[in-house]
């Protein structure tokens, strides 16, 4: 799978996606709501992981 992505530090084409949530505040975080999201980029040499915000 490789749709452009060059790893910054090895010049690497391939990785990993992913997905990492989190939450936003304190209410959320009382009622363990996890309202950002984020796709995760990694590199397969180096583990290099970039994240990129998500709707």
């Known amino acids: 799978m490789n749709k452009g992505y060059v790893c910054t530090k090895y010049g690497n084409t391939t990785f990993k996606t992913g997905e990492l ?3 936003g505040g304190f209410l959320s975080k009382i009622f363990d709501v996890q309202t950002k999201r ?3 980029i ?3 040499r180096c583990k290099y992981t ?3 915000a998500t709707d």
Request: net charge negative; proline share 0%.
């Open 50 to 52: 970039e994240l990129y």
């Open 38 to 40: 984020f796709t995760t």
């Open 21 to 23: 949530r989190t939450t």
């Open 42 to 44: 990694t590199c397969e």
